[in-house]
């Protein structure tokens, strides 16, 4: 066997292993044709294919260059916000994760806003939840357009305790559907978060900080004078409060999901949200997301005592939840 054979081989494999639209195909139910013969591709027919970006023949051109394995995901992912004239470019990747990576997007004028930014969650093959059962206990599954999934849909709840590929795909819908919705109950609550401003099959369409150069950084990113991290301290326990109040613990909050622009901060990255009611380890999640936010604080020079905010916030809001039938 030939060296470029070998390398042909690999590319096929890739190819093959890494066809994330054919398994969202089978995802939703669609089905499979047996599989027929096919004629051996050279490695630049592969490369090509695999190299060319999906969608631009239709319009939908960007600034930003994608990478050749990144571009049908992105643009396939975006294409929604842009048919549905919520966006005009995709100017730069302002941060990349395991998870999502987030875009800064030329917003439609219709918006009102020039820039927003677009949060793509990673095919699920790229996806490393770590521990993610511990968050979804007590959270009903939901649907695509944010409503829980009936608990009599026995085929829903079938797929996902058998993991099949539609039951995955419900699991992912699910969790990106509860970061959006997340942010749709705090914003309307007068909570520090992005404006949300839509969802698509796996991409959140939200506000931006920052301005068209540079993305607002995390506070984990920043210095603070004691003055101003007192100021922020605050800030930040007000948000937790309005979590709670709702019934609702953030899951992940640290000083990397926090963003700082121009004295202002916003709470990011919700779909590790815990129920507080319906969670048996809600108290632990509570302390340890306060207790990470001190530890940032107490090196601003901020003393603090997470122990006792804990017990406090725990005392008050346990069992005080708001009726969203009350929300203005």
């Given at each position: 066997?030939?060296?470029?054979?070998?390398?042909?081989?690999?590319?096929?494999?890739?190819?093959?292993?890494?066809?994330?639209?054919?398994?969202?195909?089978?995802?939703?139910?669609?089905?499979?044709?047996?599989?027929r013969p096919r004629?051996?591709?050279?490695?630049?027919?592969?490369?090509?294919?695999?190299?060319?970006?999906?969608?631009?023949?239709?319009?939908?051109?960007?600034?930003?260059?994608?990478?050749?394995y990144e571009a049908e995901w992105l643009l396939?992912?975006?294409?929604?916000?842009?048919?549905?004239?919520?966006?005009?470019?995709?100017?730069?990747?302002?941060?990349?994760?395991?998870?999502a990576s987030v875009y800064r997007c030329a917003a439609d004028p219709a918006t009102g806003a020039?820039?927003?930014?677009?949060?793509?969650?990673?095919?699920?093959?790229?996806?490393?939840?770590?521990?993610?059962h511990v968050y979804r206990e007590g959270r009903e599954i939901l649907t695509a357009d944010g409503r829980p999934v009936k608990k009599t849909d026995h085929r829903v709840m079938r797929a996902i305790g058998k993991k099949t590929a539609f039951g995955t795909q419900v699991q992912h819908t699910s969790w990106l559907m509860y970061e959006y919705t997340t942010m749709d109950r705090l914003y309307r609550a007068g909570a520090a978060v992005p404006l949300p401003v839509a969802a698509a099959e796996n991409?959140?369409?939200?506000?931006?900080?920052?301005?068209?150069?540079?993305?607002?950084?995390?506070?984990?990113?920043?210095?603070?004078?004691p003055d101003v991290a007192a100021q922020l301290f605050q800030e930040v326990l007000r948000n937790v409060e309005v979590l709670l109040q709702h019934g609702?613990?953030?899951?992940?909050?640290?000083?990397?999901?926090?963003?700082?622009?121009?004295?202002?901060?916003?709470?990011?990255?919700?779909p590790q949200v815990v129920d507080l009611r319906a969670n048996s380890k809600?108290?632990?999640?509570?302390?340890?997301?306060?207790?990470?936010?001190?530890?940032?604080?107490?090196?601003?020079?901020?003393?603090?005592?997470?122990?006792?905010?804990t017990s406090e916030l725990w005392d008050q809001y346990g069992e005080a939840v708001v009726d969203e039938d009350e929300m203005v």
């Open positions: 066997m030939s060296e470029d054979d070998v390398d042909t081989d690999e590319y096929e494999r890739y190819a093959e292993r890494y066809d994330v639209w054919d398994i969202d195909r089978r995802a939703r139910g669609g089905r499979q044709q047996p599989a004629a051996r591709r050279s490695k630049s027919q592969i490369v090509a294919e695999l190299a060319e970006p999906i969608g631009l023949e239709a319009g939908f051109v960007t600034t930003y260059q994608p990478a050749r396939t992912s975006l294409r929604t916000f842009y048919d549905e004239h919520l966006i005009t470019d995709v100017l730069a990747q302002i941060k990349g994760g395991k998870e020039p820039i927003l930014a677009a949060k793509v969650y990673r095919p699920r093959m790229f996806r490393n939840l770590r521990n993610d991409a959140i369409l939200m506000g931006y900080y920052g301005d068209e150069r540079r993305a607002a950084p995390t506070l984990n990113e920043v210095s603070l004078t609702l613990i953030h899951g992940d909050l640290s000083a990397y999901n926090i963003l700082y622009w121009q004295g202002r901060i916003a709470l990011i990255d919700f809600a108290a632990f999640i509570l302390q340890r997301d306060i207790s990470r936010v001190c530890e940032y604080f107490s090196k601003q020079g901020l003393r603090n005592d997470p122990a006792a905010i």
